[in-house]
């Protein structure tokens, strides 16, 4: 991507560069400002994130198949597990960070953020007895737009266009799984009621974009283990009166042995180190790129269920791997932005890329000449925002 080469003429150059101003932002990017080690570590932890979703699918697999349908017990055991860890960690705080001072001042909006997730996870599950498995993997890809406008709206996130060829690339990755997935004859789940299905999976995807939304607006601006610890206060408490009003016979129902006993102590464990590894990866990207990354997780069961359930493979799995990682690639090449942040800025959302970014000589040049110009139309030699920070 360097255009410095002389054989270039100087027209073609500008020309290069304006177009590549155009889809990447003002700054070079060299080769090695791609492929860094940063950019190696945030792949490797959304593919974690991944498998640790795939291990959720294949236990919920057998719990199936062991008759056991209890979705929302399986997630009260998930924000139990957050309760006794988290949460206790908050009461033994002291000062603002102390649970009691978090819940007088923010109960209501952790309370709410709790009532998104836990629905979401409902919702999801509950759309997979009246659709098939290929339309909720498509329509559960609309959480990747909803959470970029969200983004847009709320966080003022702002997208390069190469934000958006990622993200198509991405979802032709899904278009190959699922192609494949019609090959092998995989169109599983109940066609009882297709049109309800379908909206319950859009639903679900809209709250796990507002979810997603308000956690990455948490782990940015306060901590994880406030963030977390919250969830598993909220989470506990509405999944349990949610599970003692529509899941007691279906408990009652459950034959306990060793068998079903450890696949729930996987299930749970495996939601745990989501919920728990998920917010480092938003912090150390962002949701939306998280999301994308997280697209690999039905590749990762398919795989897990050739060797377990007996699937069968189609090489359109593996081309569906590479496409999806490379728009995931894509994605973090160029770093997003809010509006009132420069690309030199060593803010949260500078971290939003995995590429050291290198500005332009013409813009460090502006960028001296205008703050110049602030400073002198200041009087004082200062910038504004400093000399209204001194005055207070």
């Not at 699918?57 to 929302?72: K, R």
Request: with cysteine; proline share 3%.
């Amino acid at each position: 991507m360097d255009c410095e080469s002389g054989e270039v003429p100087s027209r073609a150059r500008r020309t290069l560069r304006r177009w590549r101003g155009f889809f990447c932002g003002p700054q070079n990017l060299a080769l090695k400002d791609v492929f860094t080690w940063q950019l190696f570590k945030t792949i490797l932890m959304g593919q974690a994130l991944s498998m640790l979703i795939c291990g959720t699918a294949v236990t919920c697999q057998y719990l199936s198949e062991a008759g056991v349908a209890t979705p929302m017990l399986q997630s009260f055991l998930n924000y139990v597990l957050l309760l006794l860890t988290y949460t206790l960690a908050l009461a033994f705080r002291k000062g603002e960070n102390n649970i009691f001072q978090i819940l007088k001042s923010k109960w209501c909006k952790y309370l709410l953020m709790a009532l998104t997730d836990v629905e979401a996870n409902y919702t999801v599950v509950k759309a997979y007895q009246y659709t098939t498995l290929t339309s909720i993997q498509l329509l559960d890809c609309f959480v990747i737009p909803v959470l970029m406008v969200l983004s847009w709206i709320f966080l003022k996130t702002r997208y390069k266009p190469l934000h958006f060829i990622a993200v198509v690339v991405c979802m032709l990755g899904v278009g190959a799984m699922v192609g494949a997935d019609l090959l092998a004859g995989r169109d599983q789940g109940s066609s009882s009621n297709v049109l309800l299905g379908d909206g319950l999976v859009l639903v679900s995807a809209a709250l796990y974009a507002v979810s997603n939304l308000c956690q990455e607006h948490t782990v940015k601006n306060l901590t994880r283990v406030e963030f977390l610890g919250m969830m598993g206060f909220f989470g506990t408490l509405i999944s349990g009166v949610q599970m003692a009003i529509l899941e007691p016979k279906d408990i009652s129902a459950i034959i306990w042995d060793w068998k079903i006993c450890l696949l729930f102590v996987a299930y749970t464990l495996c939601m745990y180190g989501l919920y728990s590894f998920m917010p480092v990866v938003v912090k150390m990207t962002s949701a939306t790129a998280v999301n994308l990354s997280l697209l690999t997780a039905d590749l990762f069961s398919l795989f897990c269920g050739i060797f377990l359930f007996h699937f069968n493979f189609s090489g359109l799995y593996i081309v569906s791997f590479v496409v999806i990682t490379l728009g995931f690639i894509l994605f973090n090449i160029v770093p997003t932005h809010t509006t009132d942040q420069s690309y030199d800025n060593d803010g949260a959302y500078h971290l939003a890329s995995s590429a050291d970014i290198q500005p332009n000589e013409d813009v460090i040049i502006e960028d001296l000449l205008r703050k110049d110009r602030v400073e002198n139309q200041d009087g004082t030699g200062c910038k504004p925002c400093d000399a209204l920070c001194a005055s207070k």
